[in-house]
């Protein structure tokens, strides 16, 4: 048995080898040779339903092909994964194979022992993601996760027939977004369409601003709370997004309705024939909340990418959904290799509603112009930096009513209170990482 | 339990003895055989979980290491959670009250009037809804846009009745030549005499809200002994120059434009043409100011936020004494029904009046009814859980929170700290158990 188990774990060994040596070829990061050999139920848990389901159990397919005598069972956690999670690891029965969206809870499950390392697959996973979207799989220099479905949240996306409306064009810097703002305001049409919901669009907004005008380097120094919330990096970076919260008129219905709009409505206000705002800020899984959508995707509406900050360098803050395996066997390992394959990213990327940070993956099989044009955005971004509320303590970064989602809706109500805001970001953070 | 034992116990103290003592299964064995199914259950799932979370309320958010009473001090401590806890408080002396009171008053006045039962079944059927699509149907009506929200959209009626919107609601200046908020209306900042032309542009106008009829703005010729001007809309696609009037701007018709003397008081005014034109004919010598009126920028009803901060629990409360009170008038009623007739008749024959016999007869003889409606009450807004979670938008679930609540979002709702989560459980149940004790009590001493 034991033997057994070191020739695969030869074997991985030997194809991640091989794997790193043809990398950057146009055939990609290497497939995984099939095998009839390796068999197994393996158990796999995300959130994903409906056709987002559909989508990876044609995944799942692609990898049945490839090892027909691995039975893969997906369920879906639907929004409830993280608890669900957690209740299974505590309960001891996790699934073999889980894809969690938040890092901090991958971290916490490493902590506590729950994760089986995957440094095996790392040599593959930094061939086909590159180094910056590798390590925030790792945890303490250990591989425990890999993005799988990543999102672009660089991304603003606006009502044509609004822009047409008001002879405007999509901005490339910030100084032309306030002025598009501003010629929108003049034609009697609302700048933004904001869903404040519980917060957590407004901490994208801060983040994609922050990378901006204070750069990757103190990006990364924030998010370990290296460097107080009370900085003055942080304190500019709101005075810029003052340029939007300052004004009530701004947003659509003003700052009381946005305070009260959920994620997916605000999208609503803009996808819509008689639109209530010309733009929303907000990632590139835009489409796919609004349901009913009556517009088409480029004439009806369209997408640019958050513009630079005083000629800051292109940077993109995404997020996603990571795979973590609870439960080592051959099968899962098997399957987890597969999944950091160009293959497996383009059999979903073909269905749509899917962005690969995959760099390997062939930018042709993309559905539709729009998703080509966001994912290929996330896969070649020079600058990556994940989700730095989803990197906080979950009690500061992602928690409805506390922490970073609660001072980002109290900005919002009051955008001129940056000295005090920022103080309770400061001692909220030191609370929950000493808690931690 | 209780009643079991004795049943089972009554006869053998009755009978007379047998000689032999009988065996414990003899003895016991109906007794436990009836009771094991219903023991099991309530062990898995009451007594073995109850003791369980009482154990881990100790330890911390790992579940390894004995931290003894941080959790409990830490309820107290955590600004959310003592929110939270007041939030409760404030509940349980609001909400039970309320809800037998518009019971009782429903239950006496429904039992005076033709078709009560029809009142009555509309009355009680909130409680055939979930309470959590009770939430969801309340969270649309609180809605702020009042044409998204049915209860800003009656208050907006309303309001529209007696003050309605103006033409250009949402009408800005679009240089500084014009100035003024919308309150007072906007003011022209130039001295204006017999002759003289009036250039007033608003922006912030949608095309699609400017009449139909209007036209390509024009600058009137100037009129001798009179003054003449332009309203019009300075935008054109791509913003134009403002204070410009440009081809493609509009003329704005059927402002109306008062011609404002040096002491600020309106001596003249006209409407404009559908090239945004007006002309005041035989001005008298002086200086004036061109003005619109404060009118014309009337907003619409924006909508009361129910959903906002301060709103928010008192909204929550109002959805949930909707959904109770058709329970607690069924129960009252039934109270009601029962009271002897003649009690009432003799307290009226003695000259009481309906007040009175309400106050001095109805409500005592039913004391004992409405109690039991008021502490079944008091158990359910403690555990109050689904409608807050349906009713307060993310944003607000801090001002909203409740004890239930705050147990379920520490533990699953992202923090995911058990040790916490299990202390506030324990926290609620040390406060139901008071009321329960009151309430077995009581099925006691009825029984």
Not at chain 1, 46 to 57: L, N, R, T, V, Y
Not at chain 1, 215 to 240: C, F, N, R
């Amino acid at each position: 048995m034991r033997k057994r188990w070191l020739a695969v774990a030869s074997l991985v060994g030997a194809l991640a080898l091989a794997a790193a040596g043809c990398g950057g070829d146009d055939d990609g990061g290497g497939g995984v040779e099939g095998s009839e050999d390796v068999t197994g139920n393996i158990s796999v848990m995300a959130i994903w339903s409906g056709a987002e389901q559909e989508s990876f159990e044609a995944v799942i397919a692609g990898f049945n092909e490839l090892f027909p005598n691995v039975t893969v069972k997906y369920t879906s956690g639907g929004d409830n994964l993280g608890p669900l999670l957690s209740t299974a690891v505590q309960g001891g029965n996790p699934p073999d194979i889980a894809a969690i969206a938040q890092p901090g809870l991958i971290s916490q499950f490493a902590e506590q022992g729950a994760l089986q390392s995957i440094d095996d697959l790392r040599p593959e996973i930094v061939d086909n993601f590159g180094e910056a979207v590798a390590d925030v799989g790792a945890v303490d220099g250990t591989q425990y996760a890999f993005l799988f479905k990543g999102s672009n949240k660089a991304t603003i996306w606006y009502n044509v027939a609004d822009f047409e409306e008001a002879g405007v064009d999509p901005p490339e810097t910030w100084d032309d977004l306030s002025e598009v703002a501003s010629t929108l305001k003049a034609a009697g049409i609302t700048p933004y369409s904001v869903g404040v919901d519980v917060g957590w669009p407004i901490t994208d907004l801060f983040e994609n601003v922050y990378i901006r005008t204070a750069g990757p380097e103190m990006y990364d120094q924030l998010a370990k709370h290296e460097i107080p919330w009370t900085d003055q990096s942080v304190k500019d970076a709101l005075t810029v997004m003052q340029d939007i919260f300052g004004e009530s008129d701004n947003l659509a219905g003003g700052t009381s309705a946005a305070l009260q709009t959920d994620m997916p409505a605000s999208v609503a206000k803009v996808f819509s024939n008689s639109p209530q705002a010309a733009m929303v800020i907000i990632g590139d899984f835009a489409p796919g909340v609004v349901t009913d959508n009556p517009l088409e995707p480029v004439t009806g509406y369209n997408v640019f990418t958050f513009p630079s900050i005083e000629g800051s360098d292109p940077a993109v803050v995404g997020s996603g959904d990571q795979f973590v395996n609870f439960k080592q066997s051959e099968a899962a390992t098997a399957f987890l290799e597969y999944l950091t394959t160009p293959e497996a990213a383009e059999i979903w990327a073909a269905r749509g509603g899917f962005s690969s940070p995959n760099k390997n993956v062939d930018p042709e099989t993309y559905s539709d112009e729009i998703s080509r044009a966001t994912a290929t955005g996330l896969a070649e971004a020079e600058v990556f930096r994940f989700d730095m509320s989803d990197l906080q303590p979950s009690a500061f970064g992602g928690t409805p009513g506390q922490g970073l989602w609660k001072e980002f809706t109290d900005f919002v109500q009051n955008p001129d209170d940056i000295d005090a805001i920022t103080q309770q970001m400061e001692s909220d953070a030191t609370k929950a990482f000493a808690n931690s | 339990m209780s009643e079991s034992a004795t049943t089972v116990e009554a006869p053998s103290g009755g009978l007379p003895p047998t000689g032999d003592e009988p065996g414990f299964f003899t003895k016991y064995g109906v007794t436990i055989v009836f009771l094991a199914p219903a023991l099991a259950l309530l062990g898995v799932w009451v007594v073995y979980p109850t003791i369980s979370t009482i154990v881990r309320s100790f330890y911390d958010r790992s579940g390894d290491d004995f931290i003894g009473i941080d959790n409990y001090r830490r309820l107290f401590s955590d600004d959310t959670l003592v929110r939270a806890i007041t939030n409760n408080f404030l509940w349980l002396l609001v909400v039970p009250f309320f809800v037998t009171a518009v019971g009782l008053v429903f239950a006496v006045l429904l039992e005076r009037i033709r078709f009560s039962v029809a009142f009555k079944v509309v009355v009680f059927m909130p409680m055939a809804i979930s309470l959590f699509a009770a939430g969801v149907i309340w969270r649309l009506m609180y809605e702020k846009d009042p044409s998204r929200g049915t209860v800003n959209a009656a208050i907006g009626v309303a309001h529209d009745a007696v003050s309605p919107s103006g033409a250009l609601a949402s009408a800005l200046p679009s240089t500084e030549a014009v100035q003024g908020g919308t309150a007072g209306g906007l003011v022209l900042d130039e001295d204006l005499g017999p002759g003289d032309v009036a250039r007033i542009g608003l922006t912030g106008i949608r095309a699609s809200d400017v009449p139909d009829d209007a036209v390509q703005a024009v600058v009137p010729e100037a009129l001798a002994g009179g003054i003449t001007g332009v309203v019009w809309r300075d935008f054109k696609p791509g913003g134009g120059t403002p204070g410009e009037l440009e081809p493609e701007e509009v003329g704005l018709p059927g402002v109306t434009v008062e011609l404002r003397d040096a002491s600020g008081r309106s001596a003249l005014d006209t409407t404009t043409e559908p090239d945004g034109t007006f002309a005041f004919e035989d001005v008298a010598p002086g200086t004036y100011r061109a003005a619109i009126g404060a009118k014309s920028f009337q907003k619409s009803f924006a909508g009361i936020s129910w959903l906002d901060e301060r709103l928010i629990t008192p909204a929550i409360m109002m959805a949930y004494i909707w959904v109770w009170a058709g329970f607690s008038m069924v129960v009252i009623a039934a109270g009601l029904a029962a009271i002897p007739r003649d009690l009432l008749e003799a307290a009226r024959t003695d000259g009481a009046s309906e007040w009175q016999v309400f106050r001095r007869v109805t409500v005592p003889l039913l004391a004992p009814v409405l109690s039991v409606v008021f502490v079944t009450m008091l158990i359910y807004v403690l555990k109050v859980f689904d409608i807050v979670i349906a009713i307060a938008p993310g944003s607000v679930q801090d001002d909203a929170n409740v004890i239930a609540l705050a147990m379920w979002r520490t533990s699953f709702g992202g923090v995911n700290d058990f040790g916490l989560g299990a202390a506030i459980a324990v926290f609620l149940f040390l406060l139901v158990i008071p009321i329960l004790a009151l309430n077995i009590r009581r099925f006691r001493s009825e029984v």
